[in-house]
Protein backbone atom coordinates (compact mmCIF):
# COMPACT_ATOMS: atom_id res chain seq x y z
CA UNK A 1 0.00 0.00 0.00
CA UNK A 2 1.13 3.69 -0.90
CA UNK A 3 1.78 6.40 1.62
CA UNK A 4 -0.42 9.52 0.75
CA UNK A 5 1.18 12.20 3.23
CA UNK A 6 5.30 11.63 3.87
CA UNK A 7 5.69 14.47 6.02
CA UNK A 8 2.63 13.28 8.33
CA UNK A 9 3.97 10.25 8.79
CA UNK A 10 7.05 11.26 9.53
CA UNK A 11 6.46 14.15 12.00
CA UNK A 12 3.30 11.40 14.09
CA UNK A 13 6.54 8.49 13.87
CA UNK A 14 8.84 11.33 15.46
CA UNK A 15 6.28 12.40 18.34
CA UNK A 16 5.51 8.79 19.28
CA UNK A 17 9.29 7.99 19.69
CA UNK A 18 9.43 10.89 21.62
CA UNK A 19 6.77 10.28 23.90
CA UNK A 20 7.96 6.82 24.26
CA UNK A 21 11.45 7.83 25.19
CA UNK A 22 13.22 6.18 22.49
CA UNK A 23 16.84 7.84 21.72
CA UNK A 24 16.26 7.53 17.99
CA UNK A 25 13.85 7.26 14.92
CA UNK A 26 14.16 5.92 11.23
CA UNK A 27 11.75 7.67 9.37
CA UNK A 28 11.28 6.60 5.60
CA UNK A 29 11.07 6.81 2.55
CA UNK A 30 13.36 10.24 2.63
CA UNK A 31 13.03 13.41 0.70
CA UNK A 32 14.45 16.83 0.30
CA UNK A 33 11.77 18.14 1.61
CA UNK A 34 11.72 16.28 4.96
CA UNK A 35 15.50 16.68 4.91
CA UNK A 36 14.79 20.49 5.47
CA UNK A 37 12.48 20.61 7.85
CA UNK A 38 14.53 17.75 9.94
CA UNK A 39 17.22 20.81 9.23
CA UNK A 40 15.32 23.71 10.59
CA UNK A 41 14.04 21.05 13.16
CA UNK A 42 17.94 20.34 14.57
CA UNK A 43 19.07 24.47 14.22
CA UNK A 44 16.02 25.11 16.69
CA UNK A 45 17.20 22.21 18.97
CA UNK A 46 14.03 20.02 18.78
CA UNK A 47 16.11 17.10 17.39
CA UNK A 48 19.98 15.79 17.62
CA UNK A 49 21.90 14.99 14.58
CA UNK A 50 20.07 13.03 11.84
CA UNK A 51 21.50 11.89 8.84
CA UNK A 52 20.06 9.93 5.79
CA UNK A 53 21.06 6.14 4.78
CA UNK A 54 20.19 5.13 1.50
CA UNK A 55 18.61 1.77 1.03
CA UNK A 56 18.07 1.81 -2.52
CA UNK A 57 14.48 1.79 -2.10
CA UNK A 58 13.51 5.47 -0.95
CA UNK A 59 16.13 5.91 1.54
CA UNK A 60 15.44 6.99 5.13
CA UNK A 61 16.59 9.41 7.49
CA UNK A 62 18.35 8.37 11.17
CA UNK A 63 17.04 10.81 13.48
CA UNK A 64 18.57 11.06 16.95
CA UNK A 65 15.92 12.51 19.48
CA UNK A 66 16.87 15.38 22.29
CA UNK A 67 13.45 14.92 23.83
CA UNK A 68 12.58 18.65 23.06
CA UNK A 69 9.01 17.77 21.38
CA UNK A 70 6.44 18.38 22.83
CA UNK A 71 3.81 18.00 19.91
CA UNK A 72 4.66 18.24 15.68
CA UNK A 73 2.50 17.57 13.03
CA UNK A 74 1.72 18.24 9.57
CA UNK A 75 -0.67 20.70 8.73
CA UNK A 76 -2.82 19.74 5.84
CA UNK A 77 -4.11 21.00 3.09
CA UNK A 78 -0.76 23.14 2.82
CA UNK A 79 -2.47 26.53 3.29
CA UNK A 80 -1.17 29.75 1.19
CA UNK A 81 0.07 32.21 3.92
CA UNK A 82 0.28 35.67 3.38
CA UNK A 83 2.68 37.99 5.69
CA UNK A 84 -0.11 39.47 7.26
CA UNK A 85 -1.81 36.39 7.67
CA UNK A 86 0.81 34.26 10.02
CA UNK A 87 -0.23 35.70 13.03
CA UNK A 88 -3.60 33.91 12.90
CA UNK A 89 -2.29 30.60 11.63
CA UNK A 90 0.53 30.90 15.16
CA UNK A 91 -2.81 31.41 17.00
CA UNK A 92 -4.15 28.57 15.44
CA UNK A 93 -1.35 25.86 16.01
CA UNK A 94 1.45 26.89 18.17
CA UNK A 95 -0.08 27.00 22.09
CA UNK A 96 2.16 30.60 22.79
CA UNK A 97 3.82 33.86 21.82
CA UNK A 98 7.27 33.36 20.90
CA UNK A 99 6.89 29.09 21.88
CA UNK A 100 6.72 26.69 18.83
CA UNK A 101 7.95 27.01 15.15
CA UNK A 102 5.11 27.15 11.75
CA UNK A 103 7.74 25.50 9.23
CA UNK A 104 6.66 26.89 5.40
CA UNK A 105 7.75 26.58 1.86
CA UNK A 106 8.77 29.57 0.48
CA UNK A 107 10.09 30.92 -2.70
CA UNK A 108 13.85 31.13 -0.78
CA UNK A 109 13.38 27.16 0.44
CA UNK A 110 12.11 26.01 3.35
CA UNK A 111 11.60 28.76 6.44
CA UNK A 112 10.09 29.11 10.08
CA UNK A 113 7.74 31.45 10.13
CA UNK A 114 9.83 34.11 11.69
CA UNK A 115 12.32 34.16 9.20
CA UNK A 116 9.45 34.43 6.85
CA UNK A 117 8.90 37.59 8.35
CA UNK A 118 11.93 39.01 8.71
CA UNK A 119 12.42 38.14 4.83
CA UNK A 120 9.08 39.85 3.84
CA UNK A 121 7.57 36.64 2.37
CA UNK A 122 4.61 34.31 2.65
CA UNK A 123 4.53 30.69 1.44
CA UNK A 124 2.82 27.47 2.04
CA UNK A 125 2.45 25.42 5.96
CA UNK A 126 3.94 22.32 5.61
CA UNK A 127 4.46 21.58 9.73
CA UNK A 128 4.42 23.23 13.01
CA UNK A 129 6.84 21.63 15.88
CA UNK A 130 6.73 22.68 19.52
Given at each position: M?????????MSALKNAGDCGKPECILEPSSKLLGAMLRIM????YIGSFDMIDDGRGGQFRVHLSGRINKCGAITPRYSVGLDEL??????????KNFGLLILSTSRGVLTHNQARQNGIGGELLGFVY
Open positions: SRQNTIADAQDAGEYWETRYLPG
